[in-house]
């Protein structure tokens, strides 16, 4: 039996110039989380990380943790998040300036609340079509791109590997929403119950994937870490 283990980034930057890199509270997570890998005495035989900075961040830092054998890291973009900024304009531009006001918008950087809650509408806008915009890639093929890539990396890791994809809540909730054979829309759901820095393992072998565990934080849900807990 293989195993990939999807790990979601540490926290990134919300309400700064620059989301995309890790917070200080990231790198810690991430670090520890490294660590968590490096006591399972478990080899791993490769990292696979998307482009974006707190996903590459994340994977570096579990690597290091690995030392002085760290396991190889490749960059596969399939496993970037969604384009959030596209889908909330377009979501925004579907709505009446009444609407837009009520929700706060375009100052929902400043409340985390009401930012995730018009994200949520957003993001069930574009896993059901219901918004289209130049230059966006529509669900399906986020979804295609996704799995097309997490079957590659077993067809060809092949036999007895241990995986790890440093990746994000969307892609996390993608890639689980398939393997148990959910609607579109639980993949988008999920995505918001994903944690920074939680696993979720998949099995596999040639003949099926499943998922073994989910969202799992035991590297931080205890006595003295649980304050590092985040979902954004």
């Not at 195993?3 to 620059?18: C, K, M, P, W």
């Not at 409340?111 to 915009?133: H, S």
């Amino acid at each position: 039996m293989s195993v990939i283990y999807l790990i979601r980034h540490g926290q990134a930057s919300f309400g700064t110039a620059n989301y995309d890199q890790l917070s200080p509270l990231g790198r810690e997570q991430s670090t520890i989380l490294g660590g968590y890998f490096a006591a399972l005495g478990e080899p791993l035989h490769r990292i696979y990380t998307g482009t974006l900075e707190r996903q590459r961040e994340t994977a570096q830092l579990v690597a290091a943790a690995l030392a002085p054998n760290p396991p190889p890291l490749t960059v596969e973009p399939a496993f970037d998040e969604y384009e959030s900024e596209s889908i909330l304009h377009a979501y925004a531009a579907s709505l009446t300036p009444a609407q837009l006001t009520e929700a706060g918008w375009p100052d929902l950087q400043k409340d985390r609340r009401r930012f995730q809650f018009f994200l949520e509408r957003a993001a069930r806008a574009w896993v059901d079509a219901r918004i289209v915009a130049d230059g966006m890639l529509p669900w399906r093929g986020f979804h295609g791109r996704i799995i097309a890539a997490i079957e590659k990396i077993m067809r060809e890791e092949g036999r007895g590997k241990t995986l790890v994809v440093s990746t994000s809540g969307g892609v996390i909730g993608t890639i689980v929403a398939h393997v148990l054979g959910l609607a579109n829309h639980l993949g988008i759901e999920l995505n918001w119950a994903v944690h920074n820095a939680s696993i979720t393992r998949l099995n596999y072998n040639a003949d099926k994937v499943s998922l073994s565990m989910f969202n799992g934080l035991p590297h931080l849900d205890q006595e003295g870490r649980r304050q590092l807990i985040t979902y954004r």
